[in-house]
Every structure is written in structure tokens, then in C-alpha cells.
């Protein structure tokens, strides 16, 4: 063979390559998570911050539903748990004690934007929370 054809069936290999990586990465499904959480110790309370906020950025995708888990532990105390949609909408509120841990996983419609998880806590609270959200 000659270098001329050497090299046009070198380019066309490599313009398939790059074709078909292209079509993989976008026939792969569109996957998102985030989450946000953190240890709450009630040595360190003060009354002007008795409520802590979590915000959680949920990007534009091609998804239709968005899986939200919600977890809080404590050692001593209560808390008032809060979740609010990007729109401000109250999607989810609950009133959590030390007795028993809160989980709970709800599903809702996919919606870009900032999610925010309120927790109401008071000189008592002592434990964990996190909040996780998955788009599929």
C-alpha cells in the first residue's frame, strides 16, 4: 500500500473513533447527586443561631425525577426538620426527637434549582444530619 492510503485509512479510523466516543457519551443517562449535612453539638449553641440551613444546587438536566433522602441522628435533644423546594414550597417538614433516627426518602418531580434544608435545633440538640438528592 501506499502512504497516501495508509494515511486516509488512518484518518478515517480515527474520525470513527471519535464518532463513536461521541455517541457514547451522549447515550449515556444523565445521572446527578448532591448532598449536604453536618454534626450539630449542643456545647456550641447560641439562641441568635438556632437555625441552621443547607443549601443544595440542583443543575438543569434532561431528568424527570428527583430522589431525596433525608437522615438526622441524635444523642440528645430535638430538632424541626424542614425541606423547601427552588419556588420556596415546603415539600417536607417533620419533628425529629432523640428517641428514634429519621430517615425517610421521598421522590419528586426533577427541579433545577436551590433546595434548601431548614433544621430548627435548641440548646439540646446533639447529633448528625444530611440531606442527599439524586436525579435520575
Excluded: C, H
Excluded at 21 to 39: C, H, L, M
Excluded at 66 to 87: C, F
Excluded at 91 to 100: G, L, R
Amino acid at each position: 500500500m501506499t502512504s497516501k492510503k495508509w494515511i486516509s485509512i488512518s484518518v478515517i479510523a480515527l474520525i470513527l473513533i471519535v464518532a463513536i466516543g461521541v455517541w457514547y457519551a451522549n447515550s449515556r443517562p444523565d445521572t446527578f447527586i448532591k448532598e449536604a449535612g453536618g454534626n450539630i453539638y449542643a456545647d456550641d449553641y447560641e439562641e441568635k443561631f438556632n437555625e441552621i440551613e443547607s443549601k443544595v444546587e440542583v443543575t438543569p438536566k434532561k431528568l424527570t425525577d428527583l430522589v431525596i433522602k433525608s437522615y438526622v441522628d441524635l444523642d440528645q435533644g430535638s430538632l424541626k426538620y424542614e425541606l423547601y423546594d427552588p419556588n420556596g414550597a415546603l415539600v417536607e417538614s417533620e419533628q425529629i426527637t432523640q428517641d428514634k433516627s429519621y430517615s425517610k426518602e421521598i421522590t419528586v418531580k426533577y427541579t433545577p434549582g436551590i433546595w434548601v434544608a431548614k433544621y430548627y435545633i435548641n440548646s439540646k440538640t446533639n447529633g448528625s444530619y444530611n440531606v442527599t438528592l439524586t436525579g435520575q
